[in-house]
């Protein structure tokens, strides 16, 4: 627990529980990013494990049963060119998502960089509905 004093202004102790806050957010936000990826890694691995050892149980099973497995050329080429399509959809799907966020980013950091001039503007506006009033008195 923090030893410094807390000031009795609602505002000020807004502004310091706030920062408080997003100083813990700022802290753990890495350790959350590291442990999803962590976590993706772990999930395409099991997966890619996964399907293989499947195939590797069925490759044996045709073999020792005398399955013929070979594929007509034709079956082949399609095989290669959905494989094929699929990988550069992917990639592309990859490139529009990255897009996506770096725009996102692009516009938080806009938004940011005019919070102060927005907030500059609503401060002079509400100075404005004020003023008639105070000069009344």
Request: glycine content about 0%.
């Amino acid at each position: 627990m923090s030893t410094q004093s807390q000031s009795s202004d609602a505002f000020v102790m807004y502004k310091q529980n706030v920062q408080k806050y997003f100083e813990n957010v700022t802290k753990l936000t890495p350790q959350y990013f590291q442990s999803a990826t962590e976590l993706q890694n772990e999930c395409v691995k099991t997966c890619q494990k996964t399907i293989n050892a499947a195939v590797s149980v069925q490759q044996e099973f045709a073999k020792k049963s005398g399955i013929y497995t070979e594929i007509p050329d034709s079956a082949k080429t399609a095989i290669i060119d959905t494989d094929k399509q699929i990988v550069q959809a992917s990639t592309v799907n990859n490139q529009l998502v990255k897009t996506t966020i770096d725009v996102t980013v692009q516009n938080f950091k806009t938004f940011n960089e005019n919070v102060d001039a927005f907030a500059e503007l609503n401060k002079n506006i509400v100075q404005s509905w004020i003023n008639p009033f105070a000069q009344t008195k």
